[in-house]
């Protein structure tokens, strides 16, 4: 079983900038694809980027293409959302989850297994 904690939620202006951490209990590289989700209120859970475990392929929403990026510190098991231009329809909970996945990566939250308890982001003036 593997374990991820989120961190780096919080309340931020429109246009600013939010970075998240995931946390995980093991080794990702190799191993373990991450992917990033978020839930508005009232709304469903979608997608928003993920690694794959080779670090090699990546993927991201439309609608967040060209503002936010992931990346990876094999050292401190840990991946990062960095989250830039942020909009109102950004905020939500985000969740990082894991899938043992080397070299392939879709944001497609059934294909994951390992699931964090989110953190907050608020995006407003």
């Known amino acids: 079983q593997l374990d991820l904690v989120e961190s780096g939620g919080g309340l931020v202006q429109p246009g600013g900038s939010l970075r998240l951490s995931c946390a995980a209990t093991a080794f990702l590289k190799d191993t373990y694809a991450i992917g990033w989700f978020r839930q508005a209120p009232g709304k469903e859970r979608e997608g928003v980027a993920c690694m794959s475990g080779s670090g090699y392929r990546t993927s991201f929403a439309d609608s967040v293409k060209g503002r936010f990026a992931i990346s990876r510190d094999d050292t401190r098991k840990t991946v990062y959302l960095q989250m830039n231009k942020l909009k109102p329809e950004d905020a939500g909970i985000y969740y990082c989850?894991?899938?043992?996945?080397?070299?392939?990566?879709?944001?497609?939250?059934?294909?994951?297994?390992?699931w964090g308890q989110g953190t907050q982001v608020t995006v407003s003036s």
């Open positions: 989850a894991a899938e043992t996945s080397r070299w392939v990566c879709t944001i497609e939250e059934d294909r994951f297994t390992s």
